[in-house]
């Protein structure tokens, strides 16, 4: 957990030293185990980074650029997680994400010059990898490494009542697969990583919350976390809290109100969820990314 704890706050520094100090509320345990960065893309194509504590009340560090303009202004529909590789110096970084910009699915990638986070304009560039995306509703590409080495990429969306799910070589996306009878999914959050499944937390229209594990080979493992009452979130967002369950973010876009949560790891409706409360902010970006270092197995997430 240490080697862990020292990867997130080098990250977070990396970001524009987002955690700086614990808030006065917070035990010494919980800043560095229980945290995640929140990447929040807004309409005009800016990336605002922002710390969450995982403490009751939730805590929040203050706002902080992470790029402007990194895309165009109001083309952004949805977003993956925020993919970042530091440099041996540990003074600059590369970040990569998928887009959807109207109804292309982009690769976007650029460079942090410092740890003051100013990110290269030059560097900013915007490779299409498809059309046809517009009325995808999640999207997530998960790296899993072995030491420093990546040896799976998947990229997934949800689209209709499908699941889909591709591999990932460079900037091709091959071998789709589907999984169908999703329709009643409202978002995902990725919590789990393996080299043989990735594991994801849905909530449904109804207000159902779920994990789907979809395995390598086979279909989906579906199994109920609880019946009711999550059909409020738009957005999920989730990082690992002490190596042993998941810190989660939801957001209602409707009123821009964001609510944490840690969960034990996920066992069905066996799952222990604690509610932490009201995050001290209002949310009013278009899309919401979870913040990693992706080059690094202990930022894997494992959730499940």
């Known amino acids: 957990m240490k080697k862990r704890a020292a990867g997130l706050l080098g990250v977070v520094m990396a970001a524009g030293a987002l955690v700086q100090a614990a808030p006065a509320h917070a035990g010494t345990t919980d800043v560095p185990f229980c945290q995640m960065v929140l990447g929040s893309t807004t309409a005009g194509g800016d990336l605002i980074l922002r710390g969450l504590y995982g403490v009751v009340p939730p805590g929040a560090s203050t706002s902080t650029w992470g790029g402007k303009d990194l895309m165009p202004d109001n083309q952004l529909r949805v977003a993956s997680g925020i993919g970042i590789q530091v440099n041996a110096a540990q003074t600059a970084e590369s970040r990569r994400q998928y887009v959807v910009l109207n109804s292309t699915l982009n690769l976007l990638t650029y460079d942090v010059k410092d740890l003051s986070g100013d990110v290269d304009p030059a560097s900013v560039k915007r490779t299409p990898v498809g059309g046809g995306w517009g009325d995808v509703r999640y999207l997530e590409n998960s790296r899993y490494n072995v030491g420093n080495k990546l040896v799976r990429n998947s990229a997934y969306a949800v689209l209709g009542d499908t699941i889909l799910r591709w591999t990932v070589d460079g900037t091709s996306f091959t071998r789709k697969a589907t999984y169908t009878g999703f329709s009643a999914v409202k978002t995902m959050a990725l919590i789990s990583q393996t080299a043989t499944y990735d594991t994801f937390l ?44 998941t810190i989660l973010l939801g957001i209602d876009k409707e009123t821009g109100a964001p609510y944490l949560y840690t969960l034990s790891h996920a066992n069905g409706e066996a799952t222990v969820i604690t509610a932490l409360g009201k995050v001290p902010r209002t949310f009013a970006e278009v899309a919401y990314s979870r913040f990693y270092e992706d080059t690094a197995d202990y930022e894997q997430l494992s959730g499940e």
């Open 202 to 245: 849905a909530n449904t229209r109804a207000g159902a919350l779920y994990t789907i594990r979809i395995p390598v080979t086979g279909k989906p493992v579906v199994k109920v976390v609880r019946r009711s009452t999550w059909q409020g979130f738009e957005a999920l967002v989730a990082n690992q809290c002490h190596g042993t369950g």
